[in-house]
């Protein structure tokens, strides 16, 4: 198992990050970098195991390149200077004959090769494969699917402690959410897995709007073992590439460290990005009793951001609350485009209070978005956020010239370039690969397109 680090007082044993996800993996020089961020907050852990890097998982039996291994044991070592372990995952499961000799050698070689450049820390990832045998051979030699992968696993967990006592491993099952009663599978794998052997859950849900200290507990009953918790915030690939999960983490139970080992947060795609919700993982871990998210949000935006950039990575983070955490994703926007909206309807004047707050609101999104294309000093981040940037960039336009349209009484001349252009806008807005500030502009540009076409054949009669 792995130990408890000494770096920073945690009722959380094992306070990790992954990189684990679909998609580009990070490069060396990026990763070291995040593994620095890390140990500077009081992480302890640095999992790999991308899906996507094919050495891990569909050729996991091929041995990397001589130059990535190099990268590798310079990340472990330096990981290790700033007290971080570096621990290597592979994913076998999709071609994996589990009672097969040769297979276990190649498996165990591929390991021993990171074991002797200082890895220390394994897993083996079972997920995200059909739950069935790839080898006859398995069928006839097994009971069933969780036999066959807890034998797997003991042989390695035996191997590795064999190799050397410090070895830590840990396992991600086929099915690794849910809620009571859990399947067959679940309590035949925890009756069989060697009890060192540490099991990742993700929660109720593979994407968890919360995660009880009572989730962690049914499934640590289950398993017979306190569970790894794998977090997949702020995680946005596959289905939620077009999301930037920068708000800060919530629905964590303060009492989730009573029954689980400890948390390993699944990482975005974008590594600078990611320092955000990260440093608000350390703000929890660190005191998840008196855990405010709104002000570990804003020290996080502060350190990553810098000082002058953390209120303009602010306004964008604000219209990109949406993912796992079922938060609305753009509420202030919402709110004050809805206004408008209701004022229009019942033939309220343009130029009210509503319609001068969301204008003014609009203008500070402009000036964020001027700001992150512009003025940032942080590169990095600034590169991460530039699609999102982008997008918001058109929905506030959207926006202003919505309003620009239902100022005017009647459509002369001088507004029918307004009319055009919003209705690129809307056209922009709508396609846009990016999610940011949700739906919350889209009827008010649609009701301003609406009236300037209903007036323009008053006028015409």
Known sequence: ??????????????????????????????????????????????????????????????????????????????????????????SPGQTISYGSEADFELLTAKLCAFYEIGVRVFSLFLDDIIPKFNDDADTLRYENYAAAQADLCNRTFAWLRELDTSCALSMCPTDYHGVPPFGDYLYELGDRLESGIDIFYTGPKICSTSITASDAGAFAAAVHRRPLIWDNYPVNDLAMQSEMHIGPIRGRDPCLHENVRGIVVNLMLQPEASKVPLHTFAAYFGDPDGYDAESAWESALHEVAGEYSAEFVLRLGENSLGGCLRLPEAEKLERLARAVLEDAERGVEPGNKAFQALEAYLLQLDAACYHLNY????????????????????????GLRALDVLRAPEPPASTEWSVARLQELVEEVTVHPKRIGGKALLPLAHYALARALALEKVVTM
């Open 1 to 90: 198992m792995i130990e408890k680090s000494n770096m920073t007082e945690s009722p959380f044993q094992v306070r990790g990050a992954l990189e684990g996800f679909y998609g580009t993996f990070y490069t060396s020089p990026q990763r070291n970098d995040l593994i620095r961020f890390l140990g500077r907050h009081g992480f302890n852990l640095y999992l790999y195991g991308p899906k996507n890097d094919r050495h891990h998982r569909r050729y996991w039996r091929d041995p990397y390149p001589l130059q990535r291994m190099q990268q590798f044991a310079e990340t472990a070592a330096m990981a290790r200077e700033v007290g971080v372990e570096f621990g290597f995952a592979l």
């Open 375 to 398: 003025s940032m000093v942080n590169l990095d981040l600034r590169q991460d956020l530039l699609p999102w940037t982008e997008g918001l960039n058109l929905q506030q336009d959207m």
